[in-house]
């Protein structure tokens, strides 16, 4: 069975702060590790993929993550944070296609 | 633009009755997929389809029920046995090149009462 785990439903960061939200996943077989972001009442929308190329994968808005095999780990990260990267970021695991496990969600907030 | 359209936004049932969500998408894709979010919980899985008139149930199937009789369309129908059919439903759709990326709509806030 594949999981994944999100360390920290809230997290607060000052803006211009460094943004660290926690991913750990567990499975099997190689996965496909993402990231996305949703803003309240809409979709989700890609922020980036890990699909067994690079470990360190860049994603929009200046976010980047970085595969960790040993650690099992996909954490999320941005340099300095801005208001508009206020929301709720998930993780997400697929290694067979058309069954996406994610984790519960980490609310960020920036204070100004 | 390419994308996919869950209508309505918001949606008002009251208890007992059957309601229907849309879901279509003009991106081509073969794969579609219905999540149900709670607060405070991720996404899961109701139902998903790979191809036309072929659909298999996801974690949370009971109460609900889907069609796929066309490759743009993935109706869902929250029936009246889903004892707690109060969420936020999202729709997601996947190519055959690139399935295990999933692109999501706006989503369809049921609220019965």
């Known amino acids: 069975a594949q999981s994944v785990t999100q360390l920290g439903s809230h997290v607060s960061v000052s803006e211009g702060a460094l943004v660290l939200l926690r991913c750990n996943y567990s499975?099997?077989?190689?996965?496909?590790l993402f990231w996305y972001v949703q803003y309240p009442n809409q979709g989700l929308q890609l922020l980036l993929k890990?699909?067994?190329?690079?470990?360190l994968v860049k994603g929009i808005n200046g976010f980047e993550a970085e595969f960790k095999k040993s650690e099992t780990s996909f954490h999320l990260t941005k340099p300095s944070a801005h208001m508009s990267d206020a929301a709720e970021y998930f993780c997400a695991l697929n290694t067979n296609a058309g069954k996406s496990t994610f984790g519960d969600g980490t609310t960020l907030t920036v204070k100004p | 633009d390419g994308g996919i359209t869950q209508s309505p936004k918001y949606l008002f049932r009251k208890e007992g009755q059957n309601v229907t969500l849309s879901c279509e998408q003009n991106?081509?894709?073969?794969?579609m997929y219905w999540y149900r979010q709670d607060p405070g919980q991720g996404l899961r899985l109701i139902y998903y389809s790979q191809i036309v008139n072929d659909f298999q149930k996801g974690d949370i199937a009971e109460g609900y029920s889907v069609s796929r009789e066309k490759k743009e369309s993935f109706p869902l129908t929250v029936t009246s046995a889903q004892k707690n059919p109060t969420a936020f439903y999202l729709c997601a759709s996947s190519s055959g090149e690139n399935r295990y990326e999933q692109y999501f709509g706006p989503g369809t806030r049921l609220t019965v009462t």
């Open positions: 499975s099997s077989v190689p996965p496909y």
């Open positions: 890990y699909t067994s190329a690079a470990t």
């Open positions: 991106l081509n894709h073969d794969a």
